[in-house]
């Protein structure tokens, strides 16, 4: 049997126009599996000759309509013809670009042009933005080289190479990034009685990206974080401090998104690091509630533990103490957890002098340890003084079914940034390239890139 397939253009004046594009044989007697249906390189085929010929004719038609002049409704004279080559997602495609001089009904001036080509005005860049938009994502869910793989063994189009796929996500980057800082800064203000009802809780979080050779460091640090509102679905967001020309706006930018709106209180969960509060101050120059993450204030509760049951473990001679420690112990993380603060610390000090005295009664056989239990508590305890302002009552605030730790902000590294640059892809960045990468990865994974990312593209 044979296929043929054919393609009718018909135009707005009811001319009619049959392009044969391709013709497919099989075997209808003793044919096999593999014969059944299209193949990949023949879908390619006529993929590829579809395209060209629907672009062609309409770059054809365009050019037609432009060529007459608006004044006089005269075909204005052809001087030239020349070719464009136009890359799409289902092949490079070569195109005529006729170039016409201008009519003379028309008022010339010493500065006009004397010749223009409406073709050249059409095609403003060298690929159209769905392909650029495809490419910007595969780049941005996997690896450069893969990404332009994957295109070259499933579609038509021209043989792709890392560096374009790379350049093309890039250049989406800048536009994603232009508009998040327009849209930063827009003003909206809303009453305080719904701003307060409607606060936003940004989750942030670090992480570390190998750095290329020549730069001073081994390691660069990225800000990743989360935006949650209640009735609407989370913002991820990243960026490398040191490349970002606003790094404040991008972060004001998924606030605004999230219905964020100017002097709206924010609430903030970080670990600590006083830098990361500190963006999220200058992005919204608004009352904001910090608070420390649970998760990283348990785990040294948990070192301060571990330590003393390894050294009670020790059994040493000299303990007449040690049910009152142990007591300390067993009720430090309740206290924190219950917003005891003052309390937690006056306990870590009793702990950590009770270490020392099994130090100065037992020598040597507990110095070690007994010597990192005194260093956990008063790196505990200065954790505690350097964050009394974002310590709050845990327990109120997790029954009241709100969020008191980063654990979701440590997803969006992990799907951000561990995912495409670390763990099992052990490449090495510049921080450059990763701010990039990574404002595409976030409006890829948050479900932000379809049709607004070909808007930006065109």
């Known amino acids: 049997m044979r296929w043929t397939v054919r393609l009718e253009a018909r135009t707005d004046t009811g001319e009619v126009e049959t392009t044969e594009l391709v013709t497919i044989g099989r075997p209808v007697v003793g044919g096999m599996l593999a014969e059944l249906g299209l193949a990949l390189s023949e879908a390619k085929a006529v ?47 070569e195109v005529e670009a006729p170039r016409f001089r201008v009519c003379r009904c028309r008022p010339s001036a010493p500065t006009a042009a004397v010749t223009f080509s409406p073709v050249c ?31 070259e063994t499933l579609l038509p189009a021209s043989p792709a190479n890392h560096e374009s796929v790379r350049n093309r996500t890039h250049a989406v980057a800048l536009r994603l990034e232009a508009a998040d800082r327009q849209a930063a800064a827009a003003v ?178 507990v110095q070690a340890k007994a010597g990192r239990l005194v260093a956990h508590c008063t790196e505990l305890r200065g954790y505690i003084g350097n964050n009394e302002g974002a310590l709050i009552d845990y327990g109120q605030r997790y029954r009241a079914g709100k969020p008191i730790s980063t654990s979701r902000a440590e997803g969006a590294v992990n799907h951000l940034v561990n995912a495409r640059m670390n763990k099992r892809r052990q490449m090495r960045w510049s921080p450059r390239g990763a701010h990039r990468v990574l404002q595409v990865r976030a409006a890829v994974l948050d479900g932000r890139f379809g049709q607004q990312a070909i808007q930006l593209a065109a």
Not at 55 to 81: F, G, I, T
Not at 125 to 147: D, H, I, K, N, Y
């Open 121 to 151: 005005a059409l095609l403003t860049a060298r690929c159209t933005p769905e392909l650029e938009r495809v490419q910007a994502e595969l780049g941005a869910r996997t690896s450069f080289r893969e990404a332009a793989r994957i295109l």
């Open 188 to 365: 909206v203000v809303e009453d305080t009685a719904a701003a307060e009802a409607s606060r936003p809780i940004v989750m942030l979080d670090g992480a570390y990206v190998r750095a290329v050779p020549g730069h001073q460091v081994r390691n660069f640090e990225v800000i990743c974080g989360k935006i949650e509102q209640e009735g609407r679905s989370s913002r991820r967001f990243a960026l490398v401090r040191s490349v970002a020309e606003q790094p404040h706006a991008l972060l004001r930018a998924a606030l605004l998104d999230q219905g964020w709106r100017e002097g709206s209180p924010v609430t903030v969960i970080s670990d600590g690091d006083p830098a990361l509060p500190a963006l999220v101050r200058s992005a919204a120059k608004a009352p904001m509630e910090p608070i420390l993450d649970w998760f990283h204030l348990s785990m040294r509760v948990r070192h301060v533990e571990q330590t003393f049951l390894g050294l009670c473990a020790l059994e040493p001679v000299h303990c007449a103490t040690l049910e009152h420690v142990r007591a300390d112990v067993e009720r430090l993380r309740h206290l924190l957890w219950n917003g005891y603060h003052e309390e937690a610390g006056e306990t870590l000090g009793r702990i950590a002098s009770w270490a020392e005295t099994a130090i100065s009664l037992n020598g040597g056989a």
């Open 47 to 93: 993929l590829a000759k579809l395209q060209a010929s629907m672009v062609q004719s309409q770059v054809a038609e365009y050019a037609a309509c432009r060529r007459v002049c608006p004044q006089c409704r005269v075909p204005q004279p052809l001087k030239d013809r020349r070719s464009r080559r136009l890359q799409t997602l289902f092949g490079t495609v």
